[in-house]
């Protein structure tokens, strides 16, 4: 399994934006497409989105779509999520995450990533 940390969480006001880092160590991160997923209180980890192992195929859940963007650099073994434009229902604990290793494109469903980062806490204030 891949060793993932996330950071870059914070309290931020709506309309401000945030740039989450997730760094991978322990096996060969382009070997992994990666996502972004995030969990607020009472409410199920959800997806948010995810990147192929080579960055050329994208996804997004429809909440964030033209406000969020995910980007890797293979070489530093780091995932990025840029936010823009955030709202207060962004609040929630985000975690990067590994997809399992026969994965190409990355999937939506938790379960089909195999290894998880700690999370980091975004806050977004009206």
């Known amino acids: 399994q891949v060793q993932l940390v996330e950071s870059g969480g914070g309290l931020v006001q709506a309309g401000g934006s945030l740039r989450l880092s997730c760094t991978a160590s322990?096996?060969?991160?382009?070997?992994?497409?990666m996502g972004w997923f995030r969990q607020a209180p009472g409410k199920e980890r959800g997806f948010v989105a995810t990147i192929a192992r080579s960055d050329l195929v994208t996804k997004y859940a429809d909440s964030v779509k033209g406000r969020f963007t995910i980007s890797r650099d293979n070489a530093k073994n780091t995932v990025f999520l840029q936010m823009n434009s955030l709202k207060p229902e962004d609040t929630a604990v985000y975690y990067c995450?590994?997809?399992?290793?026969?994965?190409?494109?990355?999937?939506?469903?938790?379960?089909?990533?195999?290894?998880w980062g700690q999370g980091t806490q975004v806050t977004v204030s009206s």
């Open positions: 322990g096996r060969t991160f382009s070997d992994y497409a």
């Open positions: 995450a590994a997809a399992d290793a026969t994965y190409f494109t990355g999937p939506l469903y938790p379960n089909e990533y195999a290894s």
